[in-house]
């Protein structure tokens, strides 16, 4: 009640502070320098600042570099290099080779008097980006821009979100800023920030917006009092530093964006399998008892997850002696590993405020942990009690947390994990807010610990020029309110007026502290297998955390609508924002999974790219062996998925070395198709297999649409013609999904399925041939040990065809394996026709088929 009414009167103070943005002047620009590729100029302010949320900033600097034929880089930031840049150590920036603006697919124009500026394609003028509408407002804790844009545009991404993957364009606010989510709420921020959108024309083609910004920001797309479309930033701090991605095509859109901020992270081959969790198994019996009813069932399980449960009182790097003990942990792993299975294990970031920890004092030795403003540890409250933070900014944080790791989970005598999992991570405060005592909100821990001295008090000289900061913000509750589900900026999360270690605070580096977690951690599992890539699992992510970490979708519901936002949250990671190894927790996290539903969902999660059943302590058990018909289903989820493994490791690796998404909104592959552009609740996991899942509650039918191409039910090889309309399916089983294979494409299929990926391995393949409306049809497939880091030339990459008659395999065969292809089967007729053969994968070859 108290804070509602100072809320209140604070916005009444604001609105009678400045009338409206309108009032504000813009800038002016002036000692316009160009070169080839480069244009910089000076920004002043154009007028009385209008100071409306903070305090006008009197000059800027723009900078705008040509940096590939297809990306332009436009960067407004203050000339006194105060203001918070993202650290180049945390995401390092692309560094454009530059090119004459003549020879770039899109142009930057500047208008200097109010200055503003417009992007355009070269060649059609086509208008992509416009600010001229208003005035640019770059004050000390806001900026505002705003675009003008077509109505109605098709623009996807901005996440993260669970809301439709083509955004709405009428009264929609997109809030970035890093929060615990529980139930995933629509129309509002979730756990991670990617403040990049892809803009799809049509015709006329794709085009990206990529904005490097960490801070908290409302992004709304909307439409004027007169109608007129735009899409505005209001931003808390930080500069202006956009990349536009010429495209044109969406997939080029995804490979641009991609070598922004870096290439997805390879995956493991194993790390496709099938994964189980829960957050409330009792103990380690009980998880032993998991797997074995897995195996009982005849469901492959690759991995089982442990989540806090394993822990001592929560505490992170320990195991709880009496339900976890270590040396039981040690046996089920090692059991685990000898059947070819995989265990992960839950690290969050709060660590256990108490003396007597050893993880604790290690961290307070190697000053590894976030400080308060007297020198005193920050105290909050986690899992765990009342807890610390890492400053991932101190100079010792890493070894200290490369040295927990090594330790706990050392082979000899830890708990020799195959991943690591970071929760938590936005981070996770459960205090409310400022009121809260962290002590008194951990009851069983009220130990004080004498205040530690601090090296690194800012002060105002150290931030001149350094881009950590300006002084003297209001970093607590900023004027400028973004639509923060939790409340204040700092509710529920990290004060925002706490300084790290490099001088740079809270309310600029929030949205990274996720990133920058799993990038620590990523590094500490390299020190164990130096040769093994790590697999981290997130559930904070900001731009650039897929080359890091997989994710997954948090703590959602076990409902259909849940089940359905899978799908956009999956495209919108996948296809927008360079995170290709993305899932949701299967038959959902929170409530009670209904089995029908439960079927359902284990079919849908085996065609989207990480694929792992999890619920909450209060919700029931929801393995899928408890019911026969989620049994069934899941068998057949998983044998094919299983058979497609090395086609979906295939896309993985073309994401990983080229940016092109593992798995393909419909206007990815249809991209003149308007029927396409709004689809969400059908997608291609990766480019050639079309997945229409029933997605109306309790329903046995689907209505999905099919492009005007030929297709091929995936499961009886029937030719079905699409003809660019809806097509409904009656009587869909609950362990069938219907899955298409697109026309024109050639299929690696293997011929078994097996109890774990290592099993698939062995197996041989088939080779699908969907021949295309033309006759003809292309693939590929990507072999290596799945494993390494550094696969040296050991791999292969070989590219199939066929042209009618003869199917050709070409490419790079470094990789040896006895695995044969044993038969190609090409689809058209009623029945396909099929060849039977041994021809070995470690060299080109030819068969022609009459
Ligand atoms: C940007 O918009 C303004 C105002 O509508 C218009 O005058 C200007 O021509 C536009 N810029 C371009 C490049 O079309
Ligand atoms: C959209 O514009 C309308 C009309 O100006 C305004 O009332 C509404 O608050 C705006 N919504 C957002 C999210 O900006
Ligand atoms: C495994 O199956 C057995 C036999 O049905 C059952 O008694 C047991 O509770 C199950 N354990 C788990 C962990 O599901
Ligand atoms: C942050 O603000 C809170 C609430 O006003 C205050 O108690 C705390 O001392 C401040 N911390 C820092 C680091 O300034
Ligand atoms: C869309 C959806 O299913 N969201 C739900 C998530 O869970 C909460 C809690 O049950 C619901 O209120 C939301 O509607």
């Known amino acids: 009640m108290m804070r509602f009414l100072q809320s209140s009167v604070l916005a009444s103070a604001s609105l009678a502070l400045a009338a409206s943005i309108d009032d504000c002047p813009g800038y002016t620009a002036s000692n316009i320098v160009q070169s080839d590729g480069k244009l910089t100029a000076d920004l002043t302010l154009a007028g009385t600042a209008c100071n409306i949320y903070s305090t006008d900033l009197t000059d800027l600097k723009l900078l705008v570099e040509y940096q590939t034929e297809s990306r332009l880089r436009v960067k407004i930031y203050d000339a006194g290099l105060q203001v918070y840049q993202i650290q180049e150590s945390v995401l390092?920036?692309?560094?454009?080779?530059?090119?004459?603006?003549?020879?770039?697919?899109?142009?930057?124009?500047?208008?200097?008097?109010?200055?503003?500026?417009s992007i355009s394609r070269t060649g059609s003028g086509e208008v992509l980006f416009n600010t001229s509408n208003t005035n640019l407002i770059f004050e000390s804790q806001y900026i505002n821009l705003r675009t003008s844009l077509p109505q109605d545009p098709n623009l996807y991404g901005l996440g993260e979100h669970s809301d439709s993957f083509r955004l709405s364009t009428n009264n929609y606010k997109r809030t970035l800023w890093n929060a615990e989510s529980p139930f995933i709420p629509r129309n509002s921020n979730l756990y991670g920030s990617?403040?990049?959108?892809?803009?799809?024309?049509?015709?006329?083609?794709s085009h990206g917006v990529a904005l490097l910004n960490a801070n908290g920001m409302d992004i709304n797309i909307n439409k004027t009092d007169s109608g007129d479309q735009y899409l505005e930033y209001?931003?808390?701090?930080?500069?202006?530093?956009?990349?536009?991605?010429?495209?044109?095509?969406?997939?080029?859109?995804?490979?641009?964006?991609?070598?922004?901020?870096?290439?997805?992270?390879?995956?493991?081959?194993?790390?496709?399998?099938?994964?189980?969790?829960?957050?409330?198994?009792?103990?380690?019996?009980?998880?032993?008892?998991?797997?074995?009813?897995?195996?009982?069932?005849?469901?492959?399980?690759?991995?089982?997850?442990?989540?806090?449960?394993?822990?001592?009182?929560?505490?992170?790097?320990?195991?709880?002696?009496?339900?976890?003990?270590?040396?039981?942990?040690?046996?089920?792993?090692?059991?685990?590993?000898?059947?070819?299975?995989?265990?992960?294990?839950?690290?969050?970031?709060?660590i256990a405020y108490k003396d007597s920890y050893a993880t604790y004092s290690r961290g307070v030795e190697a000053e590894a942990f976030i400080k308060a403003d007297d020198g005193s540890l920050y105290r909050g409250t986690q899992w765990a009690g009342e807890v610390v933070w890492p400053d991932w900014f101190a100079p010792k944080t890493q070894d200290w947390w490369t040295d927990e790791i090594l330790r706990f989970f050392d082979p000899e005598t830890g708990l020799d994990i195959d991943g690591a999992w970071n929760d938590m991570n936005e981070v996770s405060n459960f205090c409310d807010d400022v009121n809260c005592d962290?002590?008194?909100?951990?009851?069983?821990?009220?130990?004080?610990?004498?205040?530690?001295?601090?090296?690194?008090?800012?002060?105002?000289?150290?931030?001149?020029?350094?881009?950590?900061?300006?002084?003297?913000?209001?970093?607590?509750?900023?004027?400028?309110?973004?639509?923060?589900?939790?409340?204040?900026?700092?509710?529920?999360?990290?004060?925002?007026?706490?300084?790290?270690?490099?001088?740079?605070?809270?309310?600029?580096t929030h949205n990274i502290h996720g990133l920058?977690?799993?990038?620590?951690?990523?590094?500490?599992?390299?020190?164990?297998?130096?040769?093994?890539?790590?697999?981290?699992?997130?559930?904070?992510?900001?731009?650039?955390s897929g080359t890091k970490a997989a994710h997954w979708f948090g703590d959602n519901?076990?409902?259909?609508?849940?089940?359905?936002?899978?799908?956009?949250?999956?495209?919108?990671?996948?296809?927008?924002?360079?995170?290709?190894?993305?899932?949701?927790?299967?038959?959902?996290?929170?409530?009670?999974?209904?089995?029908?539903?439960?079927?359902?969902?284990?079919?849908?999660?085996?065609?989207?790219?990480?694929?792992?059943?999890?619920?909450?302590?209060?919700?029931?058990?929801?393995?899928?062996?408890?019911?026969?018909?989620?049994?069934?289903?899941?068998?057949?989820?998983?044998?094919?998925?299983?058979?497609?493994?090395?086609?979906?490791?295939?896309?993985?690796?073309?994401?990983?070395?080229?940016?092109?998404?593992?798995?393909?909104?419909?206007?990815?592959?249809?991209?003149?198709?308007?029927?396409?552009?709004?689809?969400?609740?059908?997608?291609?996991?990766?480019?050639?297999?079309?997945?229409?899942?029933?997605?109306?509650?309790?329903?046995?039918?689907?209505?999905?649409?099919?492009?005007?191409?030929?297709?091929?039910?995936?499961?009886?090889?029937?030719?079905?013609?699409?003809?660019?309309?809806?097509?409904?399916?009656?009587?869909?089983?609950?362990?069938?999904?219907?899955?298409?294979?697109?026309?024109?494409?050639?299929?690696?299929?293997?011929?078994?399925?097996?109890?774990t990926t290592a099993l698939v391995r062995q197996n041989d393949f088939t080779l699908i041939v969907a021949p295309g409306t033309d006759g003809k049809a292309s693939g590929s497939l990507c072999l290596d040990d799945g494993d390494s880091v550094d696969v040296g030339s050991e791999y292969s990459d070989i590219s199939f065809a066929w042209d009618g008659q003869t199917l050709k395999a070409e490419g790079t065969f470094g990789y040896s394996t006895d695995v044969v292809i044993e038969s190609v089967k090409i689809l058209g007729g009623d029945e396909p026709v099929t060849k039977k053969g041994t021809w070995s994968l470690n060299e080109a070859f030819e068969i022609t088929v009459s």
Not at 477 to 499: E, M
Not at 528 to 539: A, D, E, G, H, K
Not at 729 to 751: E, Q
Request: glycine share 6%; charged share 20%; with cysteine.
């Open 92 to 117: 390092p920036r692309p560094s454009g080779e530059g090119v004459l603006a003549s020879d770039a697919a899109i142009q930057f124009q500047l208008a200097e008097d109010p200055f503003s500026f």
């Open 194 to 205: 990617h403040p990049n959108y892809l803009d799809h024309r049509g015709e006329s083609g």
């Open 234 to 350: 209001n931003i808390l701090g930080g500069v202006l530093d956009f990349y536009f991605l010429a495209g044109p095509s969406p997939t080029d859109v995804s490979k641009q964006y991609a070598e922004i901020v870096g290439f997805p992270a390879m995956m493991s081959y194993w790390t496709f399998g099938f994964q189980q969790c829960k957050y409330g198994w009792p103990d380690i019996e009980f998880e032993e008892g998991v797997v074995a009813n897995y195996s009982a069932a005849n469901i492959p399980l690759e991995t089982l997850w442990a989540d806090i449960d394993y822990m001592e009182s929560r505490k992170v790097f320990t195991t709880d002696p009496e339900k976890y003990p270590l040396d039981k942990m040690r046996e089920l792993i090692g059991e685990m590993h000898q059947r070819g299975q995989k265990y992960v294990m839950m690290l969050d970031p709060g």
């Open 438 to 508: 962290p002590s008194q909100a951990a009851v069983n821990d009220k130990r004080q610990v004498a205040p530690i001295s601090r090296k690194t008090l800012r002060s105002q000289q150290d931030s001149e020029g350094d881009m950590k900061g300006l002084p003297d913000r209001e970093l607590f509750t900023p004027a400028y309110r973004i639509k923060n589900h939790q409340g204040d900026l700092s509710d529920k999360t990290l004060y925002t007026n706490n300084t790290n270690f490099d001088g740079t605070v809270q309310y600029d």
């Open 516 to 544: 920058m977690m799993v990038t620590a951690t990523r590094h500490a599992l390299l020190e164990r297998r130096p040769n093994s890539r790590p697999f981290v699992l997130t559930r904070s992510t900001f731009a650039g």
């Open 557 to 755: 519901y076990s409902s259909w609508d849940d089940y359905r936002a899978t799908i956009s949250q999956m495209l919108s990671f996948a296809a927008v924002h360079a995170m290709p190894m993305v899932g949701s927790d299967v038959c959902g996290f929170n409530g009670e999974a209904q089995e029908q539903m439960c079927a359902r969902w284990a079919l849908l999660g085996a065609f989207q790219p990480f694929y792992r059943n999890h619920a909450d302590i209060s919700a029931p058990n929801q393995e899928f062996y408890l019911w026969k018909s989620v049994t069934e289903a899941a068998r057949k989820a998983i044998d094919a998925r299983y058979r497609l493994l090395d086609y979906i490791y295939t896309a993985m690796y073309r994401a990983a070395s080229t940016g092109v998404p593992i798995v393909n909104p419909l206007f990815f592959i249809y991209p003149n198709d308007a029927e396409t552009f709004g689809i969400d609740l059908q997608w291609f996991y990766g480019d050639t297999l079309l997945v229409s899942p029933v997605t109306d509650d309790d329903a046995t039918s689907v209505t999905f649409y099919l492009p005007d191409d030929i297709f091929y039910d995936f499961w009886t090889l029937q030719p079905v013609q699409g003809t660019g309309a809806a097509v409904t399916v009656v009587d869909v089983a609950v362990t069938d999904i219907p899955v298409h294979i697109r026309g024109g494409t050639i299929l690696p299929l293997r011929t078994a399925s097996g109890d």
